[in-house]
């Protein structure tokens, strides 16, 4: 069984059982030319799995970065990928916002009802992970954190009133398959395919997920 949700195109990175870490952070760089680092980890401390960070109450344990320069350590380099990973292969993956791409993040509920609307409105979507906090990442083109709040106001809400955030530049966003301590793994909600390498723009979602975030307040 794979780590994932159906979606409604067949995948071109799918999380096959038993895949290691090392070998998916290599298909990103390599197939969506993604940069990643290597987070934290999670280690057997008294039978009870903590994250590497050594913080007892995490609050995401194992899917985190492990160092503060981990923005000047993401690579986009296959080769240095696999080093890294090499180094510690049981690191979580995560994926830097506002490079080749930014992260809209809504709630699970509100990300469900969106997909839906945007597919009876025959959208292009490009990637969407699910998390174990049930939160919902929709990826987009760089530039959505700073388009989006005026965006919003132009549908007559306000940012602060929805449950709607922005990742771009100086965020990040865990990667499937990475574990969040004994919650579960982070799965594609829509899985990265030949027909959504070319990510939308911010614009063009922003109107169903503003949508879906007002009837889940």
């Not at 794979?2 to 067949?10: L, S, V």
């Not at 979580?92 to 509100?110: H, K, M, W």
């Amino acid at each position: 069984m794979e780590e994932t949700i159906p979606a409604t195109e067949a995948a071109q990175i799918p999380k096959q059982r038993g895949e290691s870490l090392l070998d998916t952070a290599v298909r990103y760089a390599e197939e969506r030319h993604w940069d990643v680092f290597p987070g934290t980890w999670l280690e057997a401390v008294d039978g009870v799995q903590r994250c590497s960070c050594g913080d007892a109450a995490c609050g995401a344990p194992g899917a985190h970065p492990a160092r503060p320069d981990w923005a000047t350590q993401a690579t986009g380099s296959a080769t240095v990928a696999r080093r890294m990973w090499q180094k510690q292969p049981n690191a979580s993956i995560l994926l830097p916002t506002g490079r080749t791409f930014d992260a809209i993040s809504v709630p699970e509920t509100a990300g469900f009802l969106a997909l839906a609307r945007m597919e009876r409105m025959e959208l292009t979507l490009g990637p969407v992970t699910l998390t174990p906090d049930r939160r919902m990442q929709f990826f987009v083109l760089p530039g959505a954190s700073v388009k989006v709040p005026d965006l919003v106001r132009k549908l007559g809400w306000s940012l602060g009133s929805l449950d709607l955030v922005v990742l771009g530049e100086g965020g990040y966003v865990a990667a499937p398959p990475t574990r969040y301590g004994s919650r579960g793994r982070v799965q594609w909600a829509c899985r990265p395919t030949p027909a959504n390498r070319w990510l939308p723009d911010a614009e063009e979602l922003i109107s169903p997920l503003a949508y879906a975030c007002g009837r889940d307040r």
